[in-house]
């Protein structure tokens, strides 16, 4: 199955099934509460710091909302439109965003703005994805449009002057790392499912392709260790891979996808697959034991080290221990 075909599954029923044999009707986990945040919306992301949730809501009126002590702000109904590649600074007060488009035209292109009502969209670049904030909030690490163009690869813009410094020329999907040290991202190498993951060192500046065929990917908290989904015989499972000497891609035994890790442990949550359909959100835990944390839900994305938020058929859904 494509990874074209998990993502349409934002907005469908999901199924309920069991999960690499474990008991379908196993109960939730005592360390763990499920409350439901919210009727609809998918890509539900909060900072490490404050409760504030961004989300995408499919229906009328679309866009990017704030969610804020239980009320939701429509936050681009003037536009610029929105990516599904938004993400918070790592103080909680901005957060950043892609609009699609032709690159150098129309709205196409890098903003951040503050978390409010009628915000000031403030534009970084004419062309660009998947934002995210360096550490100390004053520059961003984006990808480029991918066209073949002297724009394309890696790039840091700095938000006060907009300066830019390309620091791949080839690459998406960046991500940093926990201590701000390492940037990782993908790099397509013409294999027909999946990406070479590839981990830049911003001070040594030194380069590491680890895993092969990655579809997506998170960092652990130690900073050094990558869970990857990648395709076997067709089906996703996770693997994991580590920063330095030789260490190619370990299966972890699990058939799932969208790992997302927490800061700062080596636990990540993951949506379970079982054939072509998903089985709940899991959470991995540092000792290799897997529990289940909602028995429906998609694309959890940690918040903090005691919270994690999910996006179901009935809505937005917080999970905290």
């Known amino acids: ?40 919306g998918a890509r539900p992301v909060s900072p490490s710091v404050g409760e504030d949730v961004l989300f995408m809501q499919e229906e009328a009126p679309s866009g990017l909302y704030l969610l804020r002590d239980s009320v939701a702000t429509h ?24 609009s699609p488009g032709l690159s150098g035209e129309g709205l196409t292109g890098i903003y951040y703005a503050a978390p409010m009502a009628n915000a000031i969209f403030h534009k970084l670049w004419d062309r660009g994805s998947h934002p995210r904030f360096l550490p100390g909030d004053t520059m961003i690490v984006c990808a480029g449009p991918e066209d073949g163009s002297d724009a394309d690869g890696i790039w840091q813009i700095h938000v006060a002057d907009l300066t830019r410094t390309r620091l791949a020329e080839r690459g998406v999907a960046p991500e940093v790392s926990p201590d701000g040290r390492k ?28 895993g092969l065929l990655a579809t997506s990917y998170t ?12 395709a076997h015989n067709g089906f996703p499972e996770l693997y ?13 035994g699990i058939s799932g996808v969208y790992p997302c890790g927490f800061k700062a442990d080596t636990e990540f949550v993951y949506t379970a697959v079982v054939g072509d359909v998903t089985a709940g959100v899991y959470l991995r835990s540092g000792t290799g034991d897997s529990l289940r944390l909602l028995e429906t839900g998609t ?3 940690t918040a903090s080290e005691e919270r994690v938020l999910v996006q179901s058929s009935e809505g937005i859904f917080e999970v905290e221990r």
Request: aromatic fraction near 12%.
């Open 1 to 40: 199955m494509s990874k074209a075909s998990f993502f349409c599954i934002l907005s469908l029923a999901l199924l309920v099934v069991g999960c690499n044999g474990e008991d379908d009707n196993a109960p939730q986990p005592n360390a763990w509460e499920a409350r439901h945040l919210w009727p609809h």
């Open 75 to 98: 936050l681009n109904s003037n536009g610029p439109a929105v990516q599904p590649d938004y993400s918070w600074s790592n103080d909680g007060s901005r957060y950043c965003f892609s």
């Open 183 to 210: 940037i990782a991202y993908l790099v397509t190498e013409g294999a027909w499912f999946g990406r070479t993951l590839v981990v830049y060192d911003r001070f040594t500046h030194i380069r590491d392709t680890l």
């Open 219 to 230: 960092w652990l908290g130690d900073s050094r260790t990558l869970i990857y989904e990648t």
């Open 240 to 252: 994991k891979t580590a920063i330095g000497g030789v260490r190619p891609g370990e299966t972890m």
């Open 299 to 301: 694309m959890a994305i």
